[in-house]
T-cell receptor
């Protein structure tokens, strides 16, 4: 079945460091891909998405490119801030309706 | 309301008791989803509603779990004869449509602890 695998955390970085969180997927067909973020004490919220191969999603300085050839959707940010500390979830939607299949989540801690 | 509202935010119950978890979606959102987040696990899909009907119940773990939605709005997830392995955070989400690529809006969840 469809699945998402993302790198285990926690990821601990200093402020202004470069961030990469790896995400790979297995799916039949052509899913849409998402990154959701869960800040402490808040509900999950959409960070960015890409709906077809080679699309780049971006938001708040974060980027991810839909790579069909490597079945990947890695999340990157050039310079992280303390306020980026959160749990990040990679997800796919197989299509038809917005049923999301999530990865296990990666906790990011950014220190001053 | 402004966002997806879930209640209770925390529930502690004894093994064998029944529990009901409530979700009030964003007004006008026709699609509603329930997920479960267990400690150290990702989010596990439970059930999807479009309006009052549930075309996908494939994630419900057992027949102890059921859900309904009335008036195309509020949904209730019921767990009968709770077990310790039911302990988790139950998340509800809604979206404007069922179309692919739409954004899901999540509530803050109901944390269930079964003693």
């Amino acid at each position: 079945g469809d699945s998402v695998t993302q790198m285990e955390g926690p990821v601990t970085l200093s402020e202004e460091a470069f961030l990469t969180i790896n995400c790979t997927y297995t799916a039949t067909g052509y899913p849409s891909l998402f990154w959701y973020v869960q800040y402490p004490g808040e509900g999950l919220q959409l960070l960015l998405k890409a709906t077809k191969a080679d699309d780049k999603g971006s938001n708040k300085g974060f980027e991810a490119t839909y790579r069909k050839e490597t079945t990947s959707f890695h999340l990157e940010k050039g310079s992280v801030q303390v306020s980026d500390s959160a749990v990040y979830f990679c997800a796919l939607s197989p299509g038809g309706y917005n049923k999301l299949i999530f990865g296990a989540g990666t906790r990011l801690a950014v220190h001053p | 309301g402004a966002g997806v509202s879930q209640s209770p935010s925390n529930k502690v119950t004894e093994k064998g008791k029944d529990v009901e978890l409530r979700c009030d979606p964003i007004s006008g959102h026709t699609a509603l989803y329930w997920y479960r987040q267990s400690l150290g696990q990702g989010l596990e899909f439970l059930i999807y509603f479009q309006g009052n009907s549930a075309p996908d119940k494939s994630g419900l773990p057992s027949d102890r779990f059921s859900a309904e939605r009335t008036g195309g709005s509020v949904s209730t997830l019921t767990i009968q004869r709770t077990q310790q392995e039911d302990s988790a955070v139950y998340l509800c989400a809604s979206s404007l449509s069922q179309g692919d690529g739409g954004e899901l809006f999540f509530g803050e969840g109901s944390r269930l602890t079964v003693l």
